[in-house]
C-alpha cells in the first residue's frame, strides 16, 4: 500500500545510545525535539534521557511496551493518520530489535502510513565489530529461551551453522549460557562475550568456551551482555 502524500505525518524509529550519551546522533536529536508524540518503553527512562541530551520534554511520552504494545500499535498509528508525527524509541539501542516495536511498524504498513529510521548504535553489530570473529555474515538469535534444554535445542540445532551467531543474555543467566555453550558445542569452540559496551566499564572477552567462560566467571556480572559464537572451523 502506498504512504498518502497528502498527509505528511510519519512514524520514525529512532535508535538512542547503549551506554555512551554521545552516540546519540544530530538526526536522533532533532527528531526527538520535533515529534508531536514519543513512544517510548519506560517513559521515566526517556525522560532522563531528554533532560540529559538538554532537549526539554515539549512531546508527549507514552509507554509503548510488550504488556500493551497491541492496543499501542493501532492507538498510534491512528494518531499519525489523524496527522501526528511519532518517534519510537526503546530504552536503548534500536526499536523492534529485542524490544517492542514491530507490531507497530506492521500496522503503520498495512495502512500504508511512512515509516523512517534515525538509525545509530547497535549493541550486536558492535560487539560483532569487536569480537574478531568472521562477520561476513551473521545470525542474529536475541535472547534464547531461559530454560537450559531450549537453548541447548537451539546450540544443537546451530551445530554445524556457517556463520557467526549473536545472541544477548542477561547477567542471570550468562553462566549459565556459558555451560550450555560448552556442553553442546565444546569448550574449544571459539566465542566473544561483551559486556557494558560503550560504558566506562566495557569489556569483551574472545577465546575459547572455556577460556571466556572462565573470565567471564571472574569478573563482574552487571549490566547485558552479547555472545558471539563463531562457525566451528573458525580456527582450524
Do not use: W
Amino acid at each position: 500500500m502506498s504512504h498518502d502524500e497528502s498527509n505528511p505525518s510519519l512514524l520514525t524509529l529512532v535508535a538512542t545510545p547503549i551506554g555512551n550519551l554521545g552516540d546519540i546522533t544530530a538526526r536522533a536529536i532533532e527528531t526527538l525535539k520535533s515529534v508531536d508524540v514519543i513512544a517510548c518503553e519506560d517513559t521515566r527512562v526517556t525522560g532522563n534521557l531528554l533532560d540529559k541530551i538538554g532537549i526539554g520534554r515539549n512531546a508527549i511520552l507514552l509507554s509503548y511496551r510488550e504488556e500493551n504494545e497491541k492496543q499501542m500499535a493501532l492507538s498510534l498509528a491512528n494518531r499519525i493518520e489523524s496527522g501526528e508525527n511519532i518517534a519510537l524509541i526503546s530504552d536503548a539501542g534500536m526499536p523492534t530489535i529485542s524490544d517492542p516495536g514491530f507490531r507497530l511498524v506492521r500496522e503503520c504498513r498495512n495502512r500504508g502510513i511512512k515509516v523512517t529510521s534515525a538509525p545509530g548504535v547497535s549493541a550486536a553489530t558492535t560487539a560483532l565489530a569487536l569480537s574478531g570473529l568472521p562477520s561476513n555474515g551473521f545470525l542474529y538469535a536475541g535472547f534464547l529461551p531461559p530454560k537450559s534444554a531450549a537453548r541447548k535445542q537451539f546450540l544443537n540445532s546451530k551445530i554445524d551453522f556457517e556463520y557467526t551467531i549473536v545472541l544477548f543474555e542477561s547477567c542471570h543467566r550468562i553462566g549459565q549460557l556459558l555451560n550450555d555453550i560448552i556442553e553442546v558445542l565444546g569448550k574449544e569452540r571459539y566465542i566473544s562475550v561483551s559486556r557494558e559496551l560503550t560504558k566506562l566499564h566495557e569489556t569483551i572477552h574472545s577465546g575459547t568456551a572455556e577460556q571466556v567462560s572462565d573470565l567471564v566467571a571472574k569478573g563482574s556480572q552487571k549490566g547485558e551482555f552479547v555472545v558471539c559464537i563463531a562457525k566451528d572451523s573458525f580456527m582450524l
